[in-house]
């Protein structure tokens, strides 16, 4: 007996609530998509599996030039208790990676912010793709906070209200625990010249 929803996509039925949540299908369109916007992985793990940690909203409370100046950033996204509350609703999440030699990523500047609005934009489109296919509750949260606006407009309207979304951090994730519990290991980009990597979360149903 099929439970969960379902639709149909090149002919091929494709459940929600499969054990991954997604077909291998629809994720190897995604992947193709992701490619394009300099990510290099997409791969489906459990929302209970997301850490989610008051310390994180404390270091962007405190320490942080972006605090109180982006949308994307706290005091402007959800709280640590709300976020829980909002992860709750939802079953499954797409992990989205790409790694980078980038010698500017300690510095504020044009290369950077170029490659975050690539990145960015690249989520933000995974989402809407997501949605078309079936996922109606599909929601971003993106890396690190919003680049498209060389100066955030906050606490005037966003310029591009459609493709504003929280970052994860914003969120109070754990993002090395919550890698730790997908089993993926990292580690902290302590040197110019090091490789780092960066991700985002695709919220699903
Ligand atoms: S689109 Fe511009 S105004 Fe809106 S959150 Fe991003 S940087 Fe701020």
């Known amino acids: 007996m099929q439970t969960g929803t379902e639709i149909m996509e090149k002919n091929k039925i494709i459940r ?22 300099g990510l290099s992985d997409v791969i489906p793990f459990s929302v209970s599996d ?22 994307c950033c706290p005091p402007a996204t959800p709280s640590p208790d709300k976020v829980q509350k909002i992860l709750d ?5 797409l992990l989205l990676a790409g790694t980078r030699k980038c010698p500017d990523f300690y510095r504020n500047n044009k290369r950077k912010r170029a490659m975050q609005v690539k990145c960015w934009k690249g989520t933000v489109s995974l989402e809407r793709m997501l ?3 079936g ?10 906070c919003c680049p498209l606006c060389q100066n955030c407009s906050y606490p005037e309207d966003c310029q591009f209200p459609q493709e504003k979304r929280p970052s994860v951090e914003s969120f109070s994730i754990d ?21 780092f990597s960066y991700y985002a979360i695709i919220l699903l149903e």
């Open 131 to 133: 949605f078309l296919a």
């Open 89 to 93: 609703e939802y079953s499954t999440a």
């Open 175 to 195: 993002v090395i625990g919550t890698l730790c519990n997908v089993g993926i290991e990292t580690a902290v980009a302590a040197n110019v010249g090091d490789s």
């Open 16 to 37: 929600f609530n499969d054990d991954k949540g997604i077909s291998d299908h629809l994720l190897h369109r995604l992947l193709d998509k992701s490619r394009k916007y």
């Open 50 to 71: 997301i850490v989610v940690a008051q310390w994180v909203h404390l270091k962007c409370r405190y320490g942080c030039s972006q605090y109180n100046t982006n949308w």
């Open 135 to 144: 996922y109606y509750k599909a929601f971003s949260l993106v890396g690190e």
